[in-house]
């Protein structure tokens, strides 16, 4: 993220707008932060989601109406850099397969809500709602369910 302050600090936001808003966009972070297992095989790619969902949660407290399309590149760019270290590193355990499960059913949904339950937990109406949009988004959410239900993961959900 190194590069990217150097962009900030040459769009029209002020680098102090963008860090005021850093530490309660972290601190109402830290409890969602997937855990991996001491010593499991998945620990970078449960790394690189927790990185990917901060960065996801911190976007969405900069002022976006203040930023130009050029003060938004180094944060497109971060995003994309993550997605693809969660795309292309291989799922060794439940826990990593877990991780791929939440990107894929945040991509394939297409759903801003649904991007917001991966960060943030679901409502506890989150599965008739998938249900009623599309059966398929309802099945993943399901598939996830159980493979983070299979190892005692850490749910991501709000019913567990």
């Known amino acids: 993220m190194r590069e990217s302050h150097a962009t900030v600090d040459a769009c029209p936001v002020s680098r102090r707008t963008v860090l005021k808003s850093a530490p ?5 972070l830290l409890p969602m932060a997937a855990i991996a297992s001491p010593g499991s095989p998945d620990s970078e790619l449960v790394s690189a989601w927790n990185a990917y969902a901060a960065h996801r949660r911190f ?67 989150a599965l008739a709602r998938l249900e009623s949009d599309d059966w ?11 493979v983070e239900k299979h190892d005692n993961i850490q749910a991501t959900w709000g019913n567990k």
């Open 24 to 28: 309660a966009a972290m601190v109402a």
């Open 59 to 125: 976007c969405e407290t900069l002022p976006v109406d203040e930023m130009t399309d050029e003060a938004w590149e180094p944060f497109d760019a971060e995003k994309e850099r993550l997605e693809a270290l969660i795309d292309t590193l291989p799922a060794h355990t439940s826990e990593g397969t877990a991780v791929k499960l939440r990107r894929l059913l945040i991509e394939y949904s297409g759903k801003k809500w649904v991007e917001d339950a991966m960060f943030y937990r679901l409502p506890a109406d």
């Open 136 to 146: 398929r988004d309802a099945m993943l959410f399901r598939l996830l369910c159980d």
